[in-house]
Nanobody, 126 residues
Framework: QVQLVESGGGLVQAGDSLRLSCATS????????MGWFRQAPGKVQQFVAA????????AYADSVKGRFTISRDNAKNTVYLQMNSLKPDDTAIYYC???????????????????WGQGTQVTVSS
């Protein structure tokens, strides 16, 4: 079992930056690829970014490429999402998730993820 706790959300203006953190506990953090997803009101959950176990491979949704950066610190059991140049369309609840699969690299498919955090709200005003 892996427990995930997100933090760092808040209310910001368009163009601002935020860094989300996801602290994990339980099983060995470096055994999991990690991902960030988001869900806006009335919309389906959407992939944002993912990172491989050692941090060598990453994947991003087209809508955030060049603005968001995913990273991880395996010594701190934490994954981060640096979000720059935020837009109102980025407003959503952001969730981190852990993928225990031993193959395939960082996944954009939410069904590949075994464990989820409770989410943190990000609101971007125009």
């Amino acid at each position: 079992q892996v427990q995930l706790v997100e933090s760092g959300g808040g209310l910001v203006q368009a163009g601002d930056s935020l860094r989300l953190s996801c602290a994990t506990s339980g099983r060995t953090f470096s055994n999991y690829d990690m991902g960030w997803f988001r869900q806006a009101p009335g919309k389906v959950q959407q992939f944002v970014a993912a990172i491989s176990r050692a941090g060598r491979a990453t994947a991003y949704a087209d809508s955030v490429k060049g603005r968001f950066t995913i990273s991880r610190d395996n010594a701190k059991n934490t994954v981060y999402l640096q979000m720059n140049s935020l837009k109102p369309d980025d407003t959503a609840i952001y969730y981190c998730a852990a993928d225990a699969r031993a193959y395939g690299g960082p996944s954009e498919d939410k069904y590949d993820y075994n464990y989820w955090g409770q989410g943190t709200q990000v609101t971007v005003s125009s």
